[in-house]
């Protein structure tokens, strides 16, 4: 039992993104009861569900650097939408620029993207981890003129990846039932699971976000490991923008990942996350991505007007972060404790009134023995 109560515990910061994400979809539910249908189509799987995993696999990627930034840093990398755009655009650049397109063309351009993330990165983490600069205005800079990059690089056009093998990244490949980007993505879950699991980067992390100096005094470097961090976002922003860019099939440095940072940084508030740093779960940061794809597709689909998409979903964010705050959290950890103590109370009295009925009972049959 004490084992059962500890597990709940560990996974009590999911009930937030769980909850909301079944809201969600009772909803859409009640909409239409053929809501979880899936259908194959020229032998894919479409429908609502794999849907919500195609259009959230970039928010899913970008959640995941964004909670060990977060949690490392204490503070967001806003510059996210155009780290990847930036890298994006050079991918694109390197494969028109090859002439013929291979697969391993596509392969040294995304390899070459993600070395662009890990520079960017590294600028970033360069000013927050040696300069002390606050992670939000030192990534201001990127925010600001990350797009005027990208556009340069493009040679102020939109290029256009007009090859069949991007084509495929960007939607199936032939013969393959599930749509490339949830596949990639999911490797892309594999690889981080795999590096939290067999390193020290979640100790670290977690180390240095509850308190850089008591993790210094142990040994670990908090400079390092906020600027491992920064780096691990860049790569995270470039792999977010090469399935943005073959998703569209061209690039277009004005919109692309255009103010996805606000989701990321909903995505990981909602996953239970602390936005001032510490302990941190990618699991509860991945739900919170899905929630928030869920909940996008879920106004369009109750015919929300698009222009009125952005204050539905404002009034909706207000409403989760006062159940998620601290205040609100102590309030229902008193009334549950209260309640426990109520029928805890009910149940002493009652079990106290049939000891005594018993032994009321034991003794007249005694007295009528005698």
Same mark, same amino acid.
């Not at 980007?181 to 240095?208: H, M, Q, S």
């Given at each position: 039992m004490?084992?059962l109560?500890?597990?709940?515990?560990?996974?009590s910061?999911l009930?937030?993104?769980l909850?909301?994400?079944?809201?969600? *979809?009772?909803?859409?539910?009640?909409?239409g009861?053929?809501?979880?249908?899936?259908t194959?189509?020229?032998?894919v799987?479409?429908?609502?569900?794999?849907?919500?995993?195609?259009g959230?696999?970039?928010?899913?990627?970008?959640s995941?650097?964004?909670t060990?930034?977060?949690?490392?840093?204490r503070?967001?990398?806003?510059?996210?939408?155009?780290?990847?755009a930036?890298?994006?655009?050079?991918?694109?650049?390197?494969?028109?620029?090859?002439?013929?397109?291979?697969?391993?063309t596509?392969l040294?351009?995304?390899l070459?993207?993600?070395?662009?993330?890990?520079?960017?990165?590294?600028?970033n983490?360069?000013?927050?981890?040696?300069?002390?600069?606050?992670?939000?205005?030192?990534?201001?800079? *990127?925010f600001?003129?990350?797009?005027?990059?990208?556009? %340069?690089?493009?040679?102020?056009?939109?290029?256009?990846l007009?090859?069949? %093998?991007?084509?495929?990244?960007? +939607?199936?490949?032939p013969?393959?039932?599930?749509?490339?980007?949830?596949?990639?993505?999911?490797?892309?879950?594999?690889?981080?699971?795999?590096v939290?699991k067999? +390193?020290?980067?979640?100790?670290?992390?977690?180390?240095?976000?509850?308190n850089?100096?008591?993790?210094?005094?142990?040994?670990?470097?908090?400079?390092?490991?906020?600027? *491992?961090?920064?780096?691990?976002?860049?790569?995270?922003?470039?792999?977010?923008?090469?399935?943005a860019?073959?998703k569209a099939?061209?690039?277009?440095s004005?919109? @692309?990942l255009?103010?996805?940072?606000?989701?990321?940084?909903?995505?990981?508030?909602?996953?239970?996350?602390? @936005?001032?740093?510490?302990?941190?779960?990618?699991?509860?940061?991945?739900?919170?991505a899905y929630t928030?794809?869920?909940?996008?597709? +879920?106004?369009?689909?109750?015919?929300?007007?698009?222009?009125?998409?952005?204050?539905?979903?404002?009034v909706?964010?207000?409403?989760?972060?006062?159940?998620?705050s601290?205040v609100v959290?102590?309030?229902?950890?008193?009334?549950?404790?209260?309640?426990?103590? %109520?029928?805890?109370s009910?149940s002493?009295?009652?079990?106290?009134g049939?000891?005594?009925?018993?032994?009321?009972?034991?003794?007249?049959?005694?007295?009528?023995?005698?």
């Amino acid at each position: 039992m004490p084992r059962l109560k500890r597990q709940f515990e560990r996974l009590s910061h999911l009930f937030l993104p769980l909850s909301v994400l079944v809201f969600l *979809l009772i909803i859409n539910l009640i909409k239409g009861a053929d809501y979880f249908k899936i259908t194959m189509i020229n032998g894919v799987f479409y429908g609502n569900i794999p849907n919500i995993l195609f259009g959230a696999s970039e928010l899913v990627i970008l959640s995941i650097g964004m909670t060990l930034v977060t949690a490392a840093a204490r503070g967001q990398d806003i510059s996210i939408g155009e780290s990847g755009a930036i890298s994006s655009a050079i991918f694109v650049q390197y494969v028109l620029a090859a002439g013929e397109v291979t697969i391993w063309t596509i392969l040294a351009g995304f390899l070459i993207s993600c070395v662009a993330g890990l520079v960017i990165g590294a600028f970033n983490g360069t000013l927050v981890s040696f300069f002390n600069v606050q992670p939000m205005v030192a990534t201001l800079i *990127l925010f600001l003129g990350g797009r005027s990059i990208a556009f %340069i690089i493009d040679g102020k056009v939109s290029p256009i990846l007009a090859n069949p %093998i991007s084509n495929q990244i960007g +939607t199936v490949i032939p013969g393959v039932p599930i749509q490339t980007p949830i596949i990639l993505t999911a490797v892309f879950l594999v690889l981080v699971a795999v590096v939290l699991k067999t +390193t020290n980067l979640r100790l670290y992390v977690e180390a240095v976000g509850i308190n850089p100096s008591a993790a210094r005094l142990n040994g670990i470097n908090p400079k390092k490991v906020i600027f *491992l961090t920064f780096l691990l976002m860049g790569i995270c922003s470039a792999v977010a923008g090469f399935i943005a860019v073959n998703k569209a099939g061209r690039h277009d440095s004005v919109n @692309l990942l255009k103010f996805i940072m606000m989701d990321a940084i909903l995505a990981v508030a909602l996953g239970g996350n602390s @936005l001032a740093g510490g302990k941190f779960s990618i699991t509860g940061s991945i739900i919170g991505a899905y929630t928030i794809e869920v909940l996008n597709r +879920t106004l369009l689909r109750l015919e929300v007007n698009p222009e009125a998409i952005k204050a539905f979903k404002a009034v909706f964010i207000i409403i989760l972060m006062i159940l998620a705050s601290p205040v609100v959290r102590v309030f229902a950890r008193k009334l549950l404790d209260k309640t426990k103590a %109520i029928v805890t109370s009910y149940s002493v009295r009652q079990t106290g009134g049939l000891n005594k009925a018993v032994v009321s009972i034991t003794d007249s049959s005694a007295k009528k023995e005698e």
